[in-house]
């Protein structure tokens, strides 16, 4: 099994390698996706030889339909601050198109003053 699994000098004894690998991994695989796995050792005399795993789908986990959802009110709070984000780039190019107007006005106005003066 340690052959198989590429750790041939790591997790010497069983309750490591079924602490911080086989736990980690069923556990996390059955709170991320709609995977239920569980598992038995299997023994002969003293020594764990063999790992049965049991994998079933929760059809009432969702997975799918929450991630979706998920992903659905993310990109919507993304395209929420995307929409502010541009308001206020609308709000200052308005702001600089006022000025550039008064800008010119007072050009024109000052021309105006040089042919009277």
Same mark, same amino acid.
């Given at each position: 099994?340690?052959?198989?699994?590429?750790?041939?000098?790591?997790?010497?004894?069983?309750?490591?390698?079924?602490?911080?690998?086989?736990?980690?991994?069923?556990?996390?695989?059955?709170?991320?996706?709609?995977?239920?796995?569980?598992?038995?050792?299997? &023994? %002969?005399?003293?020594?764990?030889?063999? !790992?049965?795993?049991? $994998?079933?789908?929760?059809? +009432?986990?969702?997975? *799918?339909?929450?991630?979706?959802?998920?992903?659905?009110?993310?990109?919507?709070?993304?395209?929420?601050?995307?929409? &502010? %984000?541009?308001?206020?780039?609308?709000? !200052?190019?308005?702001? $600089?198109?006022?000025?550039? +107007?008064?800008?010119? *006005?007072?050009?024109?106005?000052?021309?105006?003053?040089?042919?009277?003066?």
């Amino acid at each position: 099994m340690r052959f198989l699994l590429c750790i041939n000098d790591k997790f010497l004894t069983w309750s490591d390698l079924k602490r911080f690998v086989i736990d980690k991994s069923v556990n996390e695989i059955n709170n991320k996706s709609d995977l239920n796995i569980s598992y038995e050792p299997k &023994k %002969i005399g003293r020594s764990f030889t063999d !790992i049965e795993f049991f $994998i079933d789908v929760d059809p +009432d986990a969702n997975f *799918l339909e929450n991630k979706l959802r998920a992903e659905f009110y993310l990109g919507k709070i993304k395209m929420n601050k995307l929409t &502010k %984000i541009e308001e206020k780039i609308n709000s !200052i190019n308005e702001k $600089i198109k006022k000025i550039d +107007d008064k800008k010119k *006005l007072l050009i024109s106005q000052k021309k105006n003053l040089k042919k009277i003066l």
